[in-house]
T-cell receptor
Framework: NAGVMQNPRHLVRRRGQEARLRCSPM?????VYWYRQLPEEGLKFMVY????????ESGMPKERFSAEFPKEGPSILRIQQVVRGDSAAYFC????????????FGQGTRLTVV | AQTVTQSQPEMSVQEAETVTLSCTYD???????LFWYKQPPSRQMILVIR??????QNATENRFSVNFQKAAKSFSLKISDSQLGDAAMYFC????????????????FGQGTILTVHP
């Protein structure tokens, strides 16, 4: 049973470009969480999604960031017009359902904006 | 909103010795979960140990144990017989129980403690 798969592991973008980060949850998991880790800091919650629904996006920046989790395929975190401050590690976690169930993390995508 | 504080940016320990990492949190909820995660240089987040707030007994996983003081809102991690492979960043995290309709598993993390293990 494969774990949570994130790709790419490393992504370099120039300022102004778009970044697309992908997360394939564990088999049978329908809940996905995205976190951002800035250098030398802890992980910060960004968004919680279930299939085809955004449940909680309270941690998402208001502009340039969006997330989706379609009925088929991976969850996508999209950052438009990236800036240097977007450079960070982005982690995805998945769980079979919310609440008391455990979430499992992927290895993260390190985004570098040059 | 819940907050998690780790007041030790860095800690060090000699191999085979014991070290304790501190964590405090703030919440108005009575039922919740607390976790310690390990993040080695590979960046993978590895769950070390979890504690359910309604359980009075401190959780233990092999060489890892916690001291959970609910009234003081304190949740420290003790690593016994430290090994070189324990060297990593350690994060304390809080999660609501999901009771009362808040049925999601969002984690709130502390700032992390870098643990160095000396041979």
């Amino acid at each position: 049973n494969a774990g949570v798969m994130q790709n790419p592991r490393h992504l370099v973008r120039r300022r102004g470009q778009e970044a697309r980060l992908r997360c394939s949850p564990m088999k049978g998991h329908s809940h996905v969480y995205w976190y951002r880790q800035l250098p030398e800091e802890g992980l910060k919650f960004m968004v919680y999604l279930q299939k085809e629904n955004i449940i909680d996006e309270s941690g998402m920046p208001k502009e340039r960031f969006s997330a989706e989790f379609p009925k088929e395929g991976p969850s996508i975190l999209r950052i438009q017009q990236v800036v240097r401050g977007d450079s960070a590690a982005y982690f995805c976690a998945s769980s079979p359902r919310g609440g008391r169930t455990e979430a499992f993390f992927g290895q993260g995508t390190r985004l570098t904006v040059v | 909103a819940q907050t998690v504080t780790q007041s030790q940016p860095e800690m060090s320990v000699q191999e085979a010795e014991t070290v304790t990492l501190s964590c405090t949190y703030d919440t108005s909820e009575s039922d919740y979960y607390l976790f310690w995660y390990k993040q080695p240089p590979s960046r993978q987040m590895i769950l070390v140990i979890r504690q359910e707030a309604y359980k009075q007994q401190n959780a233990t996983e092999n060489r890892f144990s916690v001291n959970f003081q609910k009234a003081a809102k304190s949740f420290s991690l003790k690593i016994s017989d430290s090994q070189l492979g324990d060297a990593a960043m350690y994060f304390c995290a809080y999660r609501t129980s999901g009771a009362g309709g808040t049925s999601y598993g969002k984690l709130t993390f502390g700032q992390g403690t870098i643990l160095t293990v000396h041979p």
